[in-house]
């Protein structure tokens, strides 16, 4: 540390000293420069730790939005007010708009995305603005369901085709989501949630239209349409069941320690409608009545007197005659009618048709009793003496429980079963330290000697001896980096460097086998031991003053140095 202290201090020094060498106009202008430097980062510094506040895309009324602002209160989001709207941070919008979704606070209907395109320029096209609408959204929604609790991103893409024309069929809007969860899949119920949210942002989609895929599963999901949702899921609404009627159980028997209970709902999830037509006698009724009445009379006229004497003729004949006739007609029209009675019923059922429940007693708690009954802390009865007290006992549990689990208001639904039973000291122990912590023994409140199993190591604590153990190794690495990083490495000698080997001790050095008595291994070579040690020096610094000319100069510098 010390020498990085000192390095620093020489660089300054010598840019102190740089700096007085200067003229007086070029270290004013560094100073300024230095001034201004510091100003800007002071700014940037005062402006990045500044958080921006946008509005919620929400079109709210009194009561959402009274709802919106006791959520931000409570999960302490800062919010303004103004001009009707909230402002939140720009960086949690998404969250905050993830979180209304998740709690029911808003639905996909009450957003309101036009509030986002404030920078729209009216230098744009029509079409041009439609996919950046577009595309904004998509972002808009990608954002927002990828905060959703249980995925980790998402990516929405919308397909809204062409307006129809003239002898075009009508397409509807589509679109598809695709999600990456964080665990193992997707409740119905987020699914429904990212359906009822990308159905709410583009008109004219209905939440049966939007496809969500599972992108680690590869697994599609399309959500029914409106009068088939509920109680489509049969997995889901078994196991809210049970999980409701086993916390029920294990509160009603939290008495008992140790105690393991197991239930298995069969839930009904059809989802039946009838319809009923009934008809009455019919009923006649007059709904109009013509009447018709023709009269038609002739009569012809008497003689009248001639050119001709009519002497001769009958008075009583020669007088007027005619004829008289008379129609009349009714016509009445009638309708039957028949009373009807129509009743629809949409049964979405879900209760249970029957419900098994299994409960295990550790024998330590019939053990306990035995002991407060006869008041003897330290007896020990063998399993005859016992069994009529477990007996009696379990009855009586059974008999307490099966009132829980009562289906029979429900038609079709069969009687369930209660089982219990007592489990020896090895499955109580090993139920009570697969938890991690102890199972004392009570009776009426009083502690009573018994097994008392506890875990050797809690969760919570492990974890801790997992990360203290995993910090001291990382440690460890690092003192071992830093020192391997610290150590100077042995530069070879001159000598080495020129191929002198070094001198052997002589007095420590051992005869191995008859080497030094031997002949020279070149004997038949007119060359003594110094004419061949020169000629290979000669050789190793002709590689050397080609290879490192620099090197040799510093080693020449240095032999010049030591012979004067």
Known sequence: MEAYMNAAQRKLQSAGAQLMGLPVTARMLVIALMVILAMSLFLVAQLSGRSSMVPLPLSLNAENRTAVVAHLQQTGIPYQEQGGRLLVPAERRNEVLAGLTNNDVVRGTDFDFSQIMEDESPFLTR????????????????GLIGQFSGIERATVVIDQPDSSGFGRTHVGPTAS?????????LSARTIEAIADVVAGAQPGMKAHDVRIIDAKSGTSHKTPSEELRGGSNHMEIKQKAEHQLKASIETFLEYIPGVAVAVNVMPDTRQVEKRTDGYDEPKVGPLSLERRLIESRSQSTSAEPGVRANTGANIASGGASGSQLTDESSRERTESKFGRDAEHIKDRKGNALKINVSILIPRSYFLGMYRLNINDATAVPDSATLDPLVATETARIKSMVEPLIDTAPYPGAQAGLVVVSMMDGMVA?????????AAPVSVGGASQPGSVV?????????????????SLLSLAMMFMMVRKASSQSQLPTAQEIVGVPPPLPTDQSEVVGEAEESAPAMEGVELDDEALRQKQMLGQISNMVRQNPDEVANLLRRWIRVET
């Open 454 to 470: 506890a875990a050797p190591f809690d969760g919570d604590v492990l974890k801790y001896l997992l990360l203290t153990g995993l």
């Open 127 to 142: 079409e041009q603005n439609r996919r950046r609408w577009m595309v904004m959204k998509m972002s808009v929604l990608s």
């Open 429 to 437: 122990m090993a139920a009570t330290g697969g938890m991690g912590r």
């Open 177 to 185: 989501v695709t999600v990456v969860p964080r665990g193992d899949g």
